[in-house]
C-alpha cells in the first residue's frame, strides 16, 4: 500500500497497526532494554488506542503468543483474545471479537479469521484459510479451505496452491 494511502488510513481509522504492534512489543517484552519511562508511556498510548476502540476491558494479547509477522487488525484490536502459546502465522487477518484459545493452537500463513470465530484449543488451521463470522473451530482445518456456520463445516476446499 503506497506510505500516502496508509497515512490517510491511519488518519481516519485512528489506527496504526505497525507502530500499535511495535509498543506492544516492547511493553509485554520483559527483555527489552528500555528506558522505564518510555515503556511506561508506550503503555498509556497502548491503552489509550484501546479505548478508543472499545476495548480496554476485553482485549488480551498474552505474551506467550508467537506471531511471524503481526496480524492485520482491520477493526483495531476490538475484543480479541489470543491465549498465552498461540502461534499465528504470517499475513493474517484478524476482525474484531475473535477468540483464539491457548492450548497448542497454530494457525498457518494468510488465514482469515472473521468478526467473531472463535478457535478451541488443540486446532492447526493451515495456510490460505477463510473462517467466516461467528464460526466455531473445534478441529483441524486443511490448507485452502473456507470455513462457515457454527459448527465448521468445510464448503470450499481447493487444492490449487495459491499465493
Given at each position: 500500500?503506497?506510505?500516502?494511502?496508509?497515512?490517510?488510513m491511519?488518519?481516519?481509522?485512528?489506527?496504526?497497526t505497525?507502530?500499535?504492534?511495535?509498543?506492544?512489543?516492547i511493553?509485554?517484552?520483559?527483555?527489552?532494554?528500555?528506558?522505564?519511562?518510555?515503556?511506561?508511556?508506550?503503555?498509556?498510548?497502548?491503552?489509550?488506542?484501546?479505548?478508543?476502540?472499545?476495548?480496554?476491558?476485553?482485549?488480551?494479547?498474552n505474551k506467550?503468543?508467537?506471531?511471524?509477522?503481526?496480524?492485520?487488525?482491520?477493526?483495531?484490536?476490538?475484543?480479541?483474545?489470543?491465549?498465552?502459546?498461540?502461534?499465528?502465522?504470517?499475513?493474517?487477518?484478524?476482525?474484531?471479537?475473535?477468540?483464539?484459545?491457548?492450548?497448542?493452537?497454530?494457525?498457518?500463513?494468510?488465514?482469515?479469521?472473521?468478526?467473531?470465530a472463535?478457535?478451541?484449543?488443540?486446532?492447526?488451521?493451515g495456510?490460505?484459510?477463510?473462517?467466516?463470522?461467528?464460526c466455531?473451530?473445534?478441529?483441524?482445518?486443511?490448507?485452502?479451505?473456507?470455513?462457515?456456520?457454527?459448527?465448521?463445516?468445510?464448503?470450499?476446499k481447493?487444492?490449487?496452491?495459491?499465493?
Amino acid at each position: 500500500m503506497p506510505w500516502i494511502t496508509r497515512r490517510v488510513m491511519v488518519w481516519l481509522s485512528g489506527f496504526d497497526t505497525d507502530k500499535y504492534w511495535h509498543r506492544q512489543f516492547i511493553v509485554a517484552n520483559p527483555k527489552a532494554r528500555v528506558n522505564p519511562l518510555l515503556k511506561a508511556y508506550y503503555l498509556l498510548w497502548i491503552k489509550r488506542v484501546d479505548s478508543k476502540h472499545n476495548c480496554s476491558f476485553g482485549t488480551s494479547f498474552n505474551k506467550g503468543m508467537r506471531a511471524i509477522t503481526p496480524p492485520y487488525l482491520p477493526h483495531g484490536p476490538n475484543g480479541i483474545i489470543v491465549g498465552s502459546d498461540a502461534k499465528i502465522g504470517r499475513g493474517c487477518i484478524i476482525y474484531h471479537q475473535v477468540t483464539i484459545a491457548g492450548g497448542g493452537v497454530v494457525i498457518g500463513d494468510y488465514v482469515e479469521l472473521g468478526a467473531g470465530a472463535k478457535v478451541l484449543p488443540n486446532v492447526k488451521i493451515g495456510n490460505h484459510v477463510h473462517v467466516g463470522a461467528n464460526c466455531v473451530v473445534v478441529e483441524d482445518i486443511p490448507d485452502n479451505a473456507t470455513v462457515v456456520l457454527q459448527k465448521p463445516r468445510i464448503i470450499n476446499k481447493n487444492n490449487d496452491s495459491k499465493s
